[in-house]
Nanobody, 123 residues
């Protein structure tokens, strides 16, 4: 069992930056594949970014590639999402996810989810 708590969301102007954090606790979270998803009002949840358990592999959606970066600090059991050049269309609830199967990094399938943090980008 892994518990995930996101933080770092807020209101920012277009072009600004935010860094989201996802603190994991529980059973060996450092070996989990982890990812970030987002859901805007009236839309389905969409994949944003993923990182392998060792941090050597990352995957970003086309919508955020070049603007967002995912990283992790396994000593702190924390995954980060650095978001630069934010756009109003990035407004959403951002949730982190984790899975003990390292291969799920490739399938983007996760069994554990955080509650989410709101990111609002004003124009």
């Amino acid at each position: 069992q892994v518990q995930l708590v996101e933080s770092g969301g807020g209101l920012v102007q277009a072009g600004g930056s935010l860094r989201l954090s996802c603190a994991a606790s529980g059973r060996t979270p450092s070996r989990y594949a982890m990812g970030w998803f987002r859901q805007a009002p009236g839309k389905e949840r969409e994949f944003v970014a993923a990182i392998s358990w060792g941090g050597g592999n990352t995957d970003m959606s086309a919508a955020v590639k070049g603007r967002f970066t995912i990283s992790r600090d396994n000593a702190k059991n924390t995954v980060y999402l650095q978001m630069n050049s934010l756009k109003p269309e990035d407004t959403a609830v951002y949730s982190c996810a984790a899975d003990p199967n390292p291969s799920n990094y490739y399938t983007r399938t996760y069994n554990y989810w955080g509650q989410g943090t709101q990111v609002t980008v004003s124009s």
